[in-house]
């Protein structure tokens, strides 16, 4: 279990899908050594091993939610041995991965239509197949229109501080043999007033009830440049990063992480054999997520179909059709 705690902490398994169904295994093997136990001591530290998750990563809500679905299975089973409920919790595991995996292939189905041959998209962070379970959420949607034979060309924003466009999406995407350019951050909306972008798509670690969506940092900003450019901002994500219990971004918690991703560019290994890019001691502020206002959002194709604004609406909608299918 450690290994995979430390494994998402560390952001060697990312992404809100990805990090949602290693949870789920990692609860797993949290509990596996404790099988020969009373179900209430097993249900018990169960329940230790589902906040130590809970607690790895606080934006993306797909991993709490996969613990507290974990920990929902285990309790309303009704089973009287800790063999039993570990059999259950592995099951489940797995539905969770099979689930995350189908909502890749409906996504990128759904999404493919809003692009056209000929169009340039611009897309931000790493949303493929190493942030989820398939093909992914927003590069799942650019990879299945270029499968279908569209003619596409992706801007890849390198990403700052990890630089996940730089290294995973151009990267997954020239493996898919799909047009792409790695461009800095701060040269999106230069990009986009050269007319070279005719649709922003990015992912999402969190969306609200009313469509407010954090994503990785530097999407809110995007999202403002693509409002002034009059260019549509699609948000691609499963209905297992929605968190109908927030009624609007601002109860999102945000990530704050070490200053030393900004400080020491990341070389080949850890940031210790990295650049330095900052005097000692300098201040610096880090933020791993921001939060986009729904009214910048053109759409947010979910496996379930494409989500048009009142997203309270449609995000209502969408989530009644979900539990109503697990019910
Ligand atoms: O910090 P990361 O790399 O886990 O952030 C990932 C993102 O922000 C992705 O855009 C998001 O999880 C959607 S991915 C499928």
Redesign the pocket.
């Known amino acids: 279990m450690d290994a995979v705690w430390n494994a998402i902490r560390a ?1 060697s398994i ?4 990805a ?1 949602g169904v290693a949870g789920a295994y990692g609860v797993v093997l949290g509990v596996q050594a404790t099988r020969d136990r009373p179900v209430a001591a097993f249900l018990d530290h169960l329940h230790k091993v589902a906040d130590r998750f809970r607690a790895c990563r606080p934006t ?1 809500v797909n991993l709490p939610a996969s613990a507290d679905r974990m920990e929902a299975v285990a309790r309303g089973s009704g089973a009287d041995s800790a063999e039993i409920l570990l059999s259950l919790l592995l099951l489940e595991a797995r539905k969770i991965h099979e689930e995350e995996q189908a909502a890749c292939k409906a996504m990128a189905r759904h999404g493919a239509k809003l692009i056209e041959n000929g169009h340039g998209v611009l897309t ?4 493929g197949g190493l ?2 379970a398939g093909k ?2 927003a590069l799942g949607v650019v990879i299945e229109a270029h499968e279908q034979g569209k003619r596409i060309h992706v801007y890849a924003d390198e990403t700052r501080p ?1 630089l ?1 466009g730089a290294r995973l999406t151009v990267l997954e995407l020239m493996r898919a043999g799909v047009d792409v350019t790695l461009i800095c951050d701060s040269a999106a909306a230069r990009v986009m007033h050269e007319g070279r972008v005719n649709a922003v798509l ?4 969190r969306i609200a009830a009313n469509g407010d969506t954090a ?2 940092i530097g999407t809110q900003g995007l999202a403002l440049a693509a409002h002034a450019h009059d260019i549509p901002f699609y948000v691609v ?1 499963p209905t297992s990063t929605i968190d109908p219990d927030l009624e609007s971004g601002q109860g999102i918690p945000i990530e704050v992480r070490a200053p030393e991703e900004v400080t020491v560019l990341p070389g080949t290994g850890s940031g210790k054999n990295g650049i330095r890019t900052a005097p000692e001691g300098a201040q610096v502020y880090n933020p ?2 921001d939060v986009t206002p729904w009214r910048y959002i053109r759409a947010i194709v979910t496996e379930k179909g494409v989500l048009q604004p009142p997203f309270e609406d449609s995000i209502c909608g969408v989530m009644r059709a979900r539990h109503e299918e697990a019910t």
Do not use: S, Y
């Open positions: 952001l990312r992404g809100a899908p990090i993306a931000h962070c790493n949303t942030a989820t992914g959420t990890l996940q990015v992912g999402a670690d994503n990785k994500a791993a997520f």
